[in-house]
């Protein structure tokens, strides 16, 4: 299984990243073990997506041994959610991640004082740069009975362009969004300028495993066994091996990000 990728920060921990965007100047950039060039690969991604959308969550219970779900609750936690906040969910087409924000406020506001959450209006706002991501996400929704809820916002959007107004969200997370994003710089820079003060930034991305022996067992279990189930459940054996050389490329980006975030690229 993968190990876990794991990074809060408060607002101001981003600031950094305002002036970082201009050291982007590279041409090339990865999509899995591959070097292609920056414009080439929102558009490969996108297609990666697009093809494995209506399967998504299944494969990350492969892809994590069903740890995703523990280690959203805990990126949950960590945000800790409350009554009437504004919060921006990135690369949550499927709704995994809000469905969870959305429903800890409201055990927090029936604990804590049931009618101050009839007077507070939540907002989660879901955005994946994906249309059929979105669509999987609504669709869950309904089946949850969440297809009305004024609470939830699908948008589609860039990580790296955000439309929302600075300021403006209480708490900002992307869960397994972080790694496919062209220039992390751009995408944190967005995070820092919707956020308001004092807002809360949570990231949660995979990782490589560290254990000699179990690397070895998840090496193959990564490039043997997932690749053949992704083809088998969704006929596309190429889409998923890419998800798990990102998976192996990013941890030579963790760093890196927390450097960012920390103000010491």
Same mark, same amino acid.
């Given at each position: ?6 990074? =809060? ?45 209506? @399967?998504?969550?299944?494969? @990350? ?16 936690? #960590? ?10 969910? *990135? ?9 969870? *924000? +959305? ?5 927090r506001a029936l604990r804590d004082a049931p009618e101050h959450y009839l007077q507070e209006e939540t907002t989660i706002y879901v955005c994946d740069i994906n249309p059929k991501m979105l669509d999987v996400g609504k669709k869950r929704a309904s089946e949850r009975g969440?297809?009305?809820? =004024?609470?939830?916002?699908?948008? #589609? ?9 600075? @300021? ?11 790694? @496919? ?6 995408? +944190?820079?967005?995070?820092? =300028?919707? +956020? ?13 495993? #560290? ?42 980006? *963790?760093?890196? *990000?927390?450097? +960012? ?5």
């Amino acid at each position: 299984m993968a190990s876990l990728a794991f990074v =809060r920060a408060s607002r101001s921990k981003l600031l950094p990243l305002l002036s970082s965007t201009s050291r982007l100047h590279s041409h090339a950039t990865s999509f899995g073990f591959k070097e292609v060039r920056e414009e080439e690969k929102s558009q490969m991604v996108g297609n990666v997506f697009s093809s494995v959308a209506s @399967n998504y969550d299944v494969m @990350n219970d492969v892809m994590s041994a069903g740890l995703h779900r523990l280690w959203k609750d805990r990126l949950v936690e #960590e945000l800790n959610p409350f009554p009437g906040m504004k919060h921006l969910d *990135v690369a949550g087409g499927t709704g995994d991640v809000a469905f969870r *924000v +959305l429903d800890s406020i409201k055990r927090r506001a029936l604990r804590d004082a049931p009618e101050h959450y009839l007077q507070e209006e939540t907002t989660i706002y879901v955005c994946d740069i994906n249309p059929k991501m979105l669509d999987v996400g609504k669709k869950r929704a309904s089946e949850r009975g969440l297809g009305g809820d =004024r609470s939830l916002i699908w948008v #589609e959007g860039d990580a790296e362009a955000l439309t929302f107004e600075d @300021n403006s969200m209480d708490g900002y997370t992307i869960a397994f969004g972080i790694r @496919n994003v062209t220039h992390i710089e751009k995408a +944190l820079a967005e995070a820092y =300028r919707v +956020l308001r003060r004092g807002g809360r930034f949570v990231c949660l991305e995979l990782s490589h495993v #560290e254990t000699p022996v179990f690397k070895q067992l998840y090496d193959y279990y990564s490039f043997f066994v997932i690749p053949a189930v992704g083809e088998v459940v969704a006929g596309d054996r190429e889409s998923y091996q890419y998800l798990v050389e990102s998976i192996r490329r990013f941890p030579s980006q *963790v760093d890196k *990000v927390v450097r +960012l975030i920390i103000g010491e690229a």
